[in-house]
């Protein structure tokens, strides 16, 4: 192809590219200049209506998931993943493109922002099961008083009772708690295709008790020990997914502790994808005053790994890097990075007014539609 101004315009400045000329293989940079550069589908937002109907499910639901837990539980911190809705459709196509290549078991490991939305549009937990855990942590006896007649039945266990759900609270708050579920992807969206029969796959979602980026090395060792097991000596069917803050990984040291592990034969696991939530702010802190480099992923490219930044507002995008992010750990047994640049819709969680630390910031973003009101203008 002609490798003129334009053309290189088209493929690398627009709602997403990657980094990868820091990484030593040549065979790993042609895969990936290819795929990116000769690939139309990657730059022309060419997309199959079935994706598409796909892509706009995920956002519908994670949307209406964040209003309907606003509006029913106002007082309550959910720490939700508004400004990142692409989140979801993005790691369902993770899910799903991995499982046509293979893949049978998930490890995932997150932090709080965003894992509500996670375990009940990804791993399907019963929405009654979460209205149950926000009900049992409430502190008001009305709210709860008031919802008891019609909740009872439809929000908890059917055989529990008050003092039994006392006896089986873990008590810890609903955004740290984990899920195992076995999933069908072909009934929440996906289509699995012809190579993996009509195999479901298992993904467990680990709890992680405001521990941040710790949860790192958890599930990378739960990733081997599940290879061993399965004797999984090519490392194609167990694959460890990581969900990321920006802050915490450019700050903590974990981070880089875990990686530096990643392709050593003691501790590899054949790659691992992360996928970095960059809402462009770590509690209070802008990332002026909170890190040296201008990505977050930076301290990811000392491990060779590739590194694909995406609007977070441009859900084919989202779902291509995530499709390629797949493909190239698939491929190479190594991990791929993605950095999702979106924004924070409130505070560190909902309680908090971020417009006392950020007033010119949060007047942008309260003007700022919502990505699944983009995404319904652009289809």
């Known amino acids: 192809p002609q490798m003129g101004d334009d053309y290189q315009v088209d493929r690398y400045c627009r709602t997403c590219s990657v980094e990868y000329m820091h990484i030593g293989i040549k065979e790993q940079r ?3 200049r290819s795929r990116f550069e000769d690939d139309v589908s990657l730059t022309s937002e060419i997309a199959s209506i079935e994706e598409k109907k796909r892509s706009l499910k995920h956002l519908i639901h994670a949307d209406i998931l964040e209003h309907f837990l606003a509006s029913r539980f106002p007082s309550a911190k959910k720490f939700g993943i508004e400004g990142c809705w692409s989140l979801i459709p993005g790691l369902f196509e993770i899910l799903l493109t991995s499982a046509k290549l293979g893949v049978e078991h998930f490890e995932v490991g997150m932090t709080h922002r965003g894992r509500l939305n996670v375990l009940v549009n990804i791993l399907q937990k019963p929405l009654r099961t979460v209205l149950g855990e926000f ?8 709210q709860s008083s008031s919802s008891s007649s019609s909740s009872s039945s439809s929000f908890s266990p059917s055989h529990s009772s008050s003092s039994s759900r006392e006896r089986f609270h873990s008590g810890d708050v609903q955004y740290h708690l984990g899920a195992f579920s076995e999933l069908d992807l072909t009934e929440i969206g996906g289509e699995v295709g012809e190579t993996s029969g009509d195999r479901k796959i298992c993904v467990s979602l680990n709890p992680n008790p405001s521990h941040l980026e710790s949860i790192n090395p958890v599930v990378m060792g739960k990733v081997r020990a599940k290879q061993a097991f399965l004797n999984d000596t090519q490392r194609e069917k167990v694959l460890g997914i990581l969900l990321h803050g920006d802050a915490s990984f450019s700050g903590q040291g974990v981070v880089h502790e875990t990686m530096e592990l990643s392709n050593l ?8 994808v992360h996928v970095v939530i960059n809402n462009q702010i770590g509690f209070t802190t802008d990332p002026r005053t909170g890190r040296s480099s201008i990505h977050p992923t930076n301290v990811a490219k000392g491990m060779g790994v590739p590194v694909f930044h995406v609007n ?23 991990d791929a990075v993605i950095n999702v640049v979106c924004y924070r819709k409130h505070g560190h969680n909902e ?3 971020p417009f006392i630390t950020h007033p010119l910031t949060y007047r942008l973003i309260a003007e700022q539609p919502s990505t699944l009101q983009l995404y319904a203008k652009e289809l």
């Not at 009900?135 to 009305?142: Q, Y």
């Not at 507002?313 to 995530?322: A, P, Y």
């Open 30 to 32: 042609e895969w990936l």
């Open 135 to 142: 009900l049992r942590g409430s502190s008001s006896s009305s």
């Open 351 to 353: 309680l908090d007014d």
């Open 265 to 272: 034969d003691a501790y590899t696991v054949g790659g691992m």
């Open 312 to 334: 977070g507002d441009c859900v084919q995008s989202v779902v291509k890097c995530s499709q390629l992010a797949a493909e190239f750990r698939a491929k190479f047994k190594k």
